[in-house]
């Protein structure tokens, strides 16, 4: 696997982690994209995995089988907001 064009295609492009760096966290004993993430910074890029996060699920599901396969937890990201906008615009509170 090391050394093959497929494995340098990036899984992650927000944090440029490549499928061979997703397989050594794999083979490192991770078992979930939290795992993964850990392991790699794979999903904590601008878009938080919503790019990465299929893909690592699927290559996780073909290194595990389907009863170790648990669901990513997902947080959404994070925006700014003002609390004029929790305050229908009244300064006092
Ligand atoms: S592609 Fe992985 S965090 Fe954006």
């Known amino acids: 696997m090391t050394g093959s064009p497929e494995n340098e295609i990036y899984i992650c492009r927000c ?3 490549t499928r061979e760096e997703i397989l050594a966290a794999i083979a490192d004993g991770a078992t979930t994209v939290k795992g993964v993430k850990i392991r790699t910074e794979a999903g904590m890029g601008l878009c938080q995995g919503r790019t990465c996060r299929r893909l690592i699920s699927q290559m996780l599901a073909r290194t595990r089988p389907p009863s170790d396969i ?9 925006r700014t907001a003002k609390i004029r906008e929790y305050t229908n615009g009244e300064d006092d509170l």
Request: aromatic letters at 8%.
């Open 15 to 17: 944090e440029e982690v």
């Open 70 to 78: 648990y669901p990513p937890t997902i947080r959404t990201p994070v």
